[in-house]
């Protein structure tokens, strides 16, 4: 259970927690250097900044990557002392860190503690020579954390950091739309009151195991976001079914809750799959069969139906419009994290049509690993 605020003692003076938007996702990897390039080379984001030993930081390397307005970090430890290598030992390559953007962060500290939230890092200044950012940091499932940025009228990407510009090759992807993460069973329910508790957040959408199952196996998993619904954090649990879920295979291998996938948005989906696939990213297999029914079920789109179809996109509608949709196979070999691309054609759902059609795709993949 969480702890009511009550019994913190502090009902009248609990601060708002006001999150502006994802400031940046940051992934602990054991190689930084490569997976910047592998970032750059096939998922098109620029190289903007970087910190390590030639900017005066000994124990880490960090690559910030742009796309739009997607930054994504990437940290590897320097050396075998390292606190990251027990997090990297037990979790591989992964999201550590989903940072918001805060107004003031000592006020989102103080007010997501005092709602239950466990602290990582109290309210503390992060300067250099050209200004200073105010950030503080609380748990949320797994290993993972919510950084708080209070940016004032700091420019840079964050202090510490030099400008490092390498072009990468813009595949149209601009924003993020929505972060998955996979918790342990029956704790989806306790997440979902976590973000509501300390965050404010409210229930978008929810989908019971009879809407994500195969034969074999099943998930669960409810929306969360925030009033804007600018951030939407959807939490899966496994259900349970006749062999393991494809959430508890995450599970096993991450051994802990965590980020499950990060879904980045494109205005033209055709291109960047297109762009992505001539990089040679890897997607999840759809079968043709998934193509013999679709049109039935989703009717006209603006898109061509035949570019879809061998670009092996899928396609799902709802009663505000429609959405098109494809997932990577897992970014490193531990079957964990991985990316999805969408673009939203009115439609403000995630794909409950598909569900079916990746699960089985998904599973396939994880029979093949010999995970089931
Ligand atoms: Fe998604």
């Given at each position: 259970m969480l702890k009511p605020i009550a019994a913190h003692g502090r009902t009248a003076t609990v601060p708002a927690v006001d999150l502006r938007r994802i400031h940046h996702v940051e992934l602990w990897v054991g190689n930084?250097?490569?997976?910047?390039?592998?970032?750059?080379?096939?998922?098109?984001?620029?190289?903007?900044?970087?910190?390590?030993p030639e900017t005066g930081n000994h124990d880490r390397a960090s690559y910030c990557l742009r796309q739009g307005e997607i930054f994504l970090v990437l940290t590897s430890p320097l050396s075998h002392l390292s606190p990251l290598n027990v997090w990297l030992s037990c979790h591989g390559d992964g999201v550590r860190d989903l940072a918001f953007e805060v107004g003031d962060a000592t006020d989102a500290f103080a007010g997501a503690v005092a709602r239950g939230a466990i602290p990582v890092a109290g309210p503390h200044d992060v300067e250099a020579a050209d200004g200073a950012v105010r950030r503080a940091a609380v748990r949320t499932y797994g290993d993972t954390i919510h950084s708080f940025i209070e940016r004032g009228d700091y420019e840079g990407f964050l202090p510490g950091y030099a400008l490092d510009t390498v072009r990468g090759g813009n595949v149209?992807?601009?924003?993020?739309?929505?972060?998955?993460?996979?918790v342990d069973h029956d704790r989806m329910q306790y997440w979902c009151d976590f973000y509501a508790q300390v965050f404010d957040f409210s229930q978008f959408v929810s989908y019971d195991d009879k809407d994500i199952c195969t034969d074999y196996t099943a998930l669960r998993s409810k929306v969360m976001a925030d009033r804007e619904r600018n951030i939407k954090l959807p939490i899966n649990e496994p259900a349970p079914g006749k062999l393991k879920s494809q959430i508890q295979e995450y599970l096993d291998f991450n051994l802990t809750a965590g980020v499950q996938h990060i879904a980045l948005r494109t205005d033209d989906i055709i291109e960047t799959i297109s762009h992505l696939r001539a990089n040679g990213a890897e997607f999840?297999?759809?079968p043709d069969s998934y193509y013999e029914a679709i049109w039935k079920r989703v009717g006209r789109i603006d898109q061509d139906p035949d570019r879809i179809r061998d670009l092996r996109i899928l396609v799902d509608r709802d009663d505000n419009g429609y959405l098109l949709q494809l997932f990577t196979r897992p970014l490193q070999d531990r079957p964990t994290l991985f990316l999805e691309v969408i673009q939203r054609c009115g439609s403000d759902s995630f794909g409950k049509g598909n569900f079916q059609a990746l699960f089985e795709a998904i599973e396939r993949e994880q029979i093949r690993r010999g995970n089931v």
């Open positions: 930084a250097r490569q997976a910047a390039y592998f970032y750059r080379k096939c998922f098109g984001f620029d190289q903007v900044a970087y910190l390590g149209g992807v601009h924003c993020i739309d929505h972060v998955v993460g996979n999840l297999d759809v």
